[in-house]
């Protein structure tokens, strides 16, 4: 059987990297079936409609950064009285959320990890234990393994891994001390939706 979160990249014909090192092996639902799910999911389907492609854009979004929907329109009405690109300024919220931030360190798998390990208290924000997984980071916010979690077996083969990741240019990454800091607002993000098609979306 495929994971439920698995179904949705299937269903919108693309990966969204949700399950933790599933994503980059043969074992992905999306290579392993190509197809979306259900009993009819073979068939062939028409061009959709303009609404149909913003809202897949939209899907693809929230499953992303495994948000519900009413806060990514929050995240929108946030990012539309700010100044800038409104597109730009929700990709900046939603990258700058903790979890989304302790993901792209490297110190978890994937954002749905990070919200577990950020809800059990395991991360610190300088040096302060939080545990809202939807806290926006600022620059200059140091981030860190709490002592006491360090020995816990999912961090401790860590530091190996750390020193082969690749951080964002955003982000500075302390590979043995399995520490990371924010040094510049999040830029160059490799994007696998369309967030200009999302902005339409939502400004109907």
């Known amino acids: 059987m495929f994971n439920t979160r698995e179904k949705k990249e299937r269903s919108l014909g693309t990966k969204l990297f949700l399950k933790a090192y ?6 992905c639902a999306t290579v392993r079936r190509q197809t979306r799910p ?4 073979a068939t062939r389907r028409g061009t959709k409609s303009e ?51 302790i993901f792209r360190l490297g110190l ?23 545990r809202i997984s939807s806290y926006l980071t600022k620059i200059g916010d140091k981030f860190s393994i709490r002592l006491q979690s ?10 190996n891994t ?7 240019t955003w982000l500075l990454l302390d590979a043995e001390k399995m520490e ?14 369309n967030v200009n098609m999302i902005v339409d979306f939502y400004s109907k």
């Open 22 to 27: 599933r994503c980059s092996s043969a074992k």
């Open 38 to 41: 259900g009993a009819h999911g």
């Open 51 to 101: 609404y149909g492609q913003q809202l897949d854009e939209k899907q693809k979004m929230r499953f992303t950064y495994g948000l519900r929907e009413s806060k990514m329109r929050r995240v929108f009405e946030t990012a539309s009285k700010k100044e800038g690109i409104t597109g730009d300024m929700i990709v900046q919220l939603l990258e700058r959320r903790l979890d989304n931030t």
């Open 108 to 130: 978890a798998p994937s954002r749905s990890v990070a919200r577990q390990i950020i809800n059990h208290g395991h991360i610190l924000v300088n040096d302060k234990r939080v």
């Open 150 to 159: 360090k020995d816990y077996p999912m961090f401790k083969e860590l530091s």
């Open 162 to 168: 750390l020193k082969k990741y690749d951080t964002p």
């Open 180 to 193: 990371g800091k924010m040094v510049a607002l999040p830029v160059d993000i490799d994007l696998t939706f």
